[in-house]
C-alpha cells in the first residue's frame, strides 16, 4: 500500500522560509518521480515542482524553491524561501512512475499525500 505524508507546513512571515517534507512508502523510491502541487480555497490544483531524471519549477516559484530528494530516507523536500502571500496553499506531494517528461498535470499523478498548509501572512 503506497503512503506518502507530508509535514512542515505552518504559518511565516512574507520574505520567511519553510521546509517541506513528505515520506513515500509502499513503493520503490527511486523508481518514481515526485512532484509538488498546491491549492488554494477557490482555486484549481497548481504544479508546483518535479524531481526525476531532471528538476522542473513553475515559473511562479522558480529562484525562490527548491526541490530535492533523498533516495535513502524515501523522502522528498521542499525549501520555500522569500515567500510570498500568494504562496499560501495546502501543499500536496505526488508520485508517478520514470519514464515521462516533468507532467504539471495533476491528473497525471497516481499517489498523493493529504497535503501540508502553508499560510504566509503578517
Known amino acids: 500500500q503506497v503512503q506518502l505524508v507530508e509535514s512542515g507546513g505552518g504559518l511565516v512571515q512574507p520574505g520567511g522560509s519553510l521546509r517541506l517534507s513528505c515520506v513515500a512508502s509502499?513503493?520503490?523510491?527511486?523508481?518514481?518521480?515526485m512532484a509538488w502541487f498546491r491549492q488554494a480555497p477557490g482555486k484549481e490544483r497548481e504544479f508546483v515542482c518535479w524531481?526525476?531524471?531532471?528538476?522542473y519549477y513553475a515559473d511562479s516559484v522558480k529562484g525562490r524553491f527548491t526541490i530535492s530528494r533523498d533516495n535513502t530516507k524515501n523522502t522528498v523536500y521542499l525549501e520555500m524561501n522569500s515567500l510570498k502571500p500568494e504562496d499560501t496553499a495546502a501543499y500536496y506531494c505526488?508520485?508517478?512512475?520514470?519514464?515521462?517528461?516533468?507532467?504539471?498535470?495533476?491528473?497525471?499523478?497516481?499517489?498523493w499525500g493529504q497535503g501540508t498548509q502553508v499560510i504566509v501572512s503578517s
Open positions: 505526488a508520485a508517478k512512475l520514470l519514464g515521462s517528461p516533468p507532467q504539471r498535470d495533476p491528473n497525471a499523478y497516481g499517489y
Open positions: 509502499g513503493l520503490t523510491f527511486r523508481n518514481y518521480a
Open positions: 524531481s526525476g531524471a531532471t528538476t
